[in-house]
């Protein structure tokens, strides 16, 4: 669930009525969920495209948006064409946001750079604003000033604990068994997991969590994979001595 700050800071850009907000990211699910929230806070549609899939509702349909030239608005196999898609969101009758994920690779086409341009200057009249969803978003100089940039919140140390204490609940429930490890070792996993993708930080917990055991082991793949992710050297310094393996069995919920 997207946190209250980030649902706010979202809306306070969509305030501005920027008519294309740029969000860099690989955490698709968390920018849909974020503008779900966004969606139940201001009553908005919220359409999404992609390739796959074409141009479909996500949040509030209103079956009066669009007519899709007389098929039925659940038809989208017209609208996986990224032109044919911007051209019914032209059509849009309502104020809606609209995400366009993995856009990336279509900005270079002039056809589809124009288009947008041209929902972009209708932005404050007709309520419509873009949403562009990607890992690496280079925006063409024509978009440029009609554009802003939001980041996505990162992990934060009391987000990665509740997402471990999710996760160990559910292990619990499955297995009706506990974990066990040394604190300290598993202090400095959730620490070096800040920062991460939510969806690497699960992952990772549950390959953490698989044996039932919370070891160094388990400290050296997050060191490894959070390398891979943000592209820096991590230095980890282990301890001599480590603590025990029975210095938390039956490990409990962490709290800060």
């Known amino acids: 669930m997207p946190t209250l700050p980030q649902v706010e800071s979202l809306l306070s850009l969509l305030e501005t009525k920027t008519a294309i907000t740029v969000i860099e990211t690989h955490e698709e699910r968390r920018v849909m969920a974020l503008f779900e929230a966004v969606a139940r806070r201001t009553q908005r549609e919220v359409w999404t495209w992609s390739v796959s899939q074409g141009l479909r509702a996500a949040h509030g349909l209103k079956l009066k948006l669009l007519d899709f030239e007389q098929s039925s608005p659940a038809d989208t196999n017209a609208t996986k064409e990224l032109p044919d898609a ?52 280079t925006l063409p100089d024509e978009l440029a000033p009609h554009a802003s940039r939001f980041e996505v919140e990162a992990m934060t140390l009391e ?12 292990r619990r429930n499955r297995s009706g068994q506990d974990v066990a490890g040394a604190r300290a070792t598993l202090d400095s996993l959730l620490r070096h997991m800040v920062a991460m993708p939510e969806a690497a930080v699960r992952h990772l917990v549950r390959l953490t969590l698989g044996d039932g055991q919370v070891t160094a082991a388990d400290l050296a793949s997050v060191l490894s994979a959070k390398q891979a992710s943000l592209g820096v050297a991590e230095l980890l310094v282990f301890e001599q001595n480590p603590p025990s393996m029975d210095d938390v069995a039956g490990m409990r919920a962490l709290k800060r």
């Open 159 to 170: 987000r990665v604990k509740a997402l471990f204490n999710e996760e160990l609940q559910r």
């Open 86 to 137: 911007l051209r019914q969101v032209g059509r849009m009758h309502e104020p809606a946001l609209v995400v366009l994920l993995d856009i990336h690779p279509y900005l270079s086409n002039p056809v589809v750079t124009r288009a947008l341009k041209e929902l972009a200057l209708q932005c404050e009249t007709s309520g419509r604003q873009l949403v562009f969803v990607g890992h690496d978003i």
